[in-house]
């Protein structure tokens, strides 16, 4: 059994508000289409978010209808499920369309009892789960969902164990600390050999407990956090490649990632003393742009810089430019450095956990690194915080019932 598994084509998308970024999102799933079919898949699986928008126009419309046609001609069955991006309120989406259409298999929850050669119906109270079947394979999905929705829904096992499970949100252990959104934890999710994710726009794959969870990623650059190259001119000029961009090959539930050609997208910090120093290091990383690739570039500086120079130097070089002045303040001395030099690796692995907006729900991971690295001991569990010795929870006891309750912060947990 071999199958190819994409996610996140975003069809549709004028990404930077360009037309041409559209054709592009366009292209490189058409080239993940090809490269899956190169490889005679017996199905593939979409992830969600095949569009950018819920109610794509027409051209949009007619480039999903033209690259699934391939797939159709080659026989190769297509099961997909709705992402964040392509989901509505109503019970029809783009999706049933392509449906009708022959061209893919839409799973999930549905009013519909759904039968045929490589669909069933589960029930599920007033409605159906419309799962896929390929031999003895089966195919479990269902449309994103926030966590809440999902746990819930999940108390009552909608979705069974099974082989493959094609679901749309982040997975706390997959994505580790990457997580803007809401997420759900391995334990919330039903088992499987293989689970077809979707919503992380790079290509991860992880596993755990002898399943493997695979997130191909956006076929597309979709963010400059995604960049090709990165190139950092502070005071030398550092170089790094960015992740690479595809689907994935399984092949007896074991992922291969295969790579797709897309746009270049650069993403550039140049730190400068003034005008003269930013155009003398602009034209220093010209030689990393190609007449095809899109330059995202920020400038650091404490003077005021002319940008429409800058644009005017690097517009000739490149598809499409975009720069953006960051004043640094003369008041105080900024000394930029990379993470690593500056923190230790305790302190590194603290701050991604205090830069988190839900910081609340990792405290107590975060008072077992203090712990850990002060080596501290005999503590004492206060509401949801950790504070040393019984006679300081004592203490704390007695100043609650005079003082209205103050929040505790790091300093607390390393006193002593």
């Not at 490189?28 to 289409?33: C, D, G, R, T």
């Not at 975009?322 to 923190?343: A, H, M, V, W």
Request: glycine content about 4%; aromatic content about 12%.
């Amino acid at each position: 059994m071999k199958f190819a598994h994409l996610a996140d084509a975003h069809l549709g998308y004028e990404q930077y508000h360009l037309p041409f970024r559209a054709e592009d999102f366009a292209k490189s799933f058409k080239f993940a289409v090809e490269k899956a079919i190169e490889e005679n898949v017996d199905f593939a699986i979409i992830s969600g978010d095949l569009f950018h928008r819920s109610n794509p126009n027409p051209k949009t419309i007619k480039q999903a209808i033209d690259i699934l046609s391939m797939l159709k001609r080659e026989n190769i069955p297509v099961f997909a499920i709705e992402g964040n991006h392509d989901k509505t309120v109503k019970d029809v989406s783009i999706y049933d369309l392509l449906e009708s259409l022959g061209l893919l298999y839409k799973l999930g929850l549905r009013r519909k009892f759904v039968e045929g050669e490589f669909v069933r119906s589960k029930p599920f109270g007033d409605y159906n789960l419309i799962y896929g079947v390929f031999e003895d394979f089966k195919i479990f999905g269902d449309t994103h969902r926030s966590s809440h929705q999902f746990k819930s829904l999940m108390e009552e096992r909608y979705i069974p164990n099974c082989d493959i499970a094609v679901l749309h949100l982040s997975v706390k252990e997959v994505v580790d600390l990457d997580v803007k959104d809401d997420y759900v934890t391995v334990g919330d999710l039903p088992k499987a050999k293989y689970y077809a994710l979707g919503h992380v726009h790079i290509p991860i794959k992880k596993n755990l407990n002898g399943s493997w969870f695979v997130y191909p990623g956006c076929p597309e650059r979709s963010d400059a956090r995604e960049y090709s190259i990165k190139i950092d001119y502070f005071d030398d000029l550092c170089v790094s490649e960015g992740c690479r961009k595809g689907l994935f090959i399984v092949e007896n539930f074991k992922p291969r990632f295969v790579e797709v050609s897309c746009r270049d997208l650069i993403s550039a910090n140049i730190l400068a003393r003034d005008q003269r120093d930013a155009v003398e290091k602009v034209k220093e990383i010209m030689d990393y742009l190609n007449p095809e690739s899109i330059l995202i570039l920020r400038i650091f500086s404490e003077s005021v810089i002319d940008l429409e120079e800058l644009i005017r130097i690097v517009e000739r070089r490149v598809k499409h430019v975009k720069i953006g002045l960051e004043r640094i303040s003369k008041e105080r001395e900024i000394k930029i450095e990379k993470p690593n030099e500056f923190f230790t690796e305790f302190e590194l692995n603290l701050l991604e956990f205090l830069k988190r907006p839900d910081f609340d729900n990792f405290i107590n991971t975060v008072v077992g690194l203090i712990e850990r690295e002060f080596k501290l001991k005999d503590f004492k569990v206060l509401d949801d915080f950790k504070v040393k010795s019984d006679s300081q929870a004592v203490k704390n006891e007695e100043k609650k019932k005079t003082v209205r309750k103050v929040r505790r912060t790091l300093f607390d947990f390393v006193e002593g």
